[in-house]
């Protein structure tokens, strides 16, 4: 019924062979109607265009045409819409061109070839008439697509005003400006000699304030206010589109009508998707700041958690100390009486007591030096320093506490260097130390020393069973120990501070230390160190 009368309104307006008119809103209304309320209402829009082409003049097997060509153009409208994820709220640029593309260019083009086609083939027209009557007939179904789909897929899809009372107040004195406007340039206000008579594009001004005030919704009413003027300006012969018959003012008036909607659907699609945006950016922002928040207490949680765990790690090593202090003298007097005393099962273990202590002697200069390093308090007394004499020394006074490894010395002359002597034997030993202990099948270990440009490179190499891949960037951290295939770990003490502690000390030196393995053939771990100017 809708899709009957609003046609007969149309066809009234001085059709173009008695069938084509400019004025056809219901294209809009069945394209509408198909993508929001679905397919089955297609016989509806069949039968109002077959009756009311049929009582217009058209024999049956015409109007059954026509009504085919009528049907099908939403049909294929509202599907490509929805195959191209089109919103009806045309709130975004991307739906406006599908509106534009798939709905107002292309699926027009079916009902205006099969329409125009039927008359020809029905007799209705003349060859001479199609060009005028397909073109009359595309351009009126166009203008349904962009002027009454979108004022009832907008306001059908949501009817409320979210609008408060200033906001209100605005759009009704913005609608009542552009009646008062478009009154006087489409209406007999005033006379052909008002300058404002000739001026259709002042209304553009008004169109713009919606737009960037009121979004999509009420520049798409405007719109089709703009193009209620226009007709009516048409059939009584007023404003500024002029010519002899209604046909020809309806031509010019329709195609400003047509600019003038998609220039201003992409507009206001434009300030909804940039006000979108903001809006977005402003909740993202809130969300980031709200986030960072409370990333920051949590640092700065963890920050002092940390601190009271360096601070009572520090105390605990220094109470620690004094008692391990006695312990290793009374263990040393102990063994030299049992000696004496001819004792020696005793004295083994009085000296395994030595030993005991001397290994947890060595974890306690771990923790205090992990404890000094986290507060920045690790202190260095750098002075020139010959690292051959150094690692000579070293490799020899390791070799005296070995029973199952040799020390393979591959230490070339090397430039002196600047470092703390204490600290750079320190590094070595631990690796020497780690060496022997995680090559427990093995019977060599090898030390490497060579310069190289303006630095000089220590290296230590095992043979046992490697590292991980995974492991090897993780293996400098505190507390962390590598974990492989053979469960060395489970045999081997430590606490995981060794690496740390000798990774800093270099890095410190302005050098760096890492390591390179191969599983099932050993480990090389090596430092460099910047060569004295």
């Known amino acids: 019924m809708v899709y009957f009368a609003t046609a007969k309104a149309g066809l009234s307006l001085s059709p173009v062979s008695g069938f084509a008119t400019l004025v056809w809103p219901p294209t809009g209304i069945a394209l509408t109607a198909l993508f929001l309320f679905g ?88 060859l001479a008439a199609y060009p005028k009557t397909w073109a009359a007939w595309w351009i009126g179904d166009m203008l349904g697509d962009l ?120 507009f206001a699609a434009t300030m909804s998707e940039r006000k979108q945006a903001q809006a977005s950016t402003y909740k993202l922002n809130a969300r980031l700041k709200k986030t960072l928040a409370l990333r920051t207490a949590e640092l700065r949680k963890e920050k002092e958690i940390e601190k009271l ?37 005793t004295a083994q273990l009085a000296a395994n007591i030595d030993k005991q202590t001397d290994k947890l002697t060595r974890f306690v200069d771990e923790l205090l030096d992990a404890s000094r390093i986290e507060s920045g308090n690790l202190v260095f007394h750098k002075s020139k320093l010959d690292l051959n004499k150094l690692l000579k020394r070293t490799i020899t006074d390791f070799q005296y506490t070995l029973q199952t490894h040799k020390i393979v010395d591959e230490v070339g002359k090397l430039p002196l260097v600047s470092g703390d002597q204490n600290r750079i034997e320190q590094v070595v030993l631990n690796l020497l130390t780690n060496a022997v202990k995680y090559s427990p099948k093995a019977d060599q270990v090898v030390v490497k020393a060579v310069t190289d440009g303006k630095q000089v490179i220590v290296s230590v190499q095992d043979f046992g069973p490697g590292i991980p891949k995974k492991d090897l960037t993780k293996i400098f951290s505190r507390f962390y120990r590598a974990a492989d295939s053979s469960k060395l770990q489970q045999a081997v003490s430590g606490i995981g501070l060794g690496l740390y502690i000798a990774s800093e000390i270099i890095r410190q030196h302005g050098g760096k230390l890492w390591a390179e393995s191969k599983l099932g053939e050993g480990s090389t771990f090596s430092f460099l160190l910047p060569i004295k100017k």
């Not at 209402?41 to 009528?70: H, R």
């Not at 090593?317 to 020696?344: C, F, M, Q, V």
């Open 309 to 345: 765990k360096d601070e009572f790690v520090a105390v605990a090593s220094h109470e620690l100390n004094t008692p391990i202090t006695s312990i290793k003298a009374y263990a040393r007097i102990l063994d030299e009486k049992l000696t004496k005393g001819k004792d020696k099962k």
């Open 39 to 126: 397919w089955r209402l297609w016989p509806g829009i069949f039968l109002g265009a077959f009756l009311v082409n049929f009582m217009t003049g058209a024999p049956l097997l015409v109007a059954m045409g026509i009504g085919a060509g009528n049907t099908l153009e939403p049909v294929v409208g509202a599907y490509l819409l929805k195959r191209f994820g089109f919103q009806q709220k045309l709130s975004r640029v991307k739906d406006v061109v599908l509106l534009v593309t798939y709905a107002a260019l292309i699926s027009t083009l079916i009902s205006a070839t099969i329409g125009t086609s039927s008359l020809l083939f029905g007799g209705t027209i003349t």
């Open 147 to 266: 002027i009454a789909a979108p004022l009832l897929m907008v306001w059908i899809q949501n009817r409320r005003l979210q609008l408060n009372l200033k906001q209100l107040a605005e759009a009704l004195l913005l609608s009542l400006l552009f009646i008062a406007l478009g009154t006087v340039i489409f209406g007999d206000i005033f006379t052909k000699a008002s300058s404002l008579y000739s001026a259709p594009y002042l209304l553009f001004a008004i169109l713009i304030w919606a737009a960037l005030r009121f979004r999509t919704r009420l520049v798409i009413t405007l719109n089709f206010g703009l193009a209620a003027l226009t007709v009516l300006a048409a059939i009584h012969s007023h404003g500024p589109f002029v010519g002899k018959t209604l046909n020809e003012r309806l031509y010019s008036s329709q195609l400003f009508i047509g600019v003038t909607a998609v220039t201003f659907l992409a």
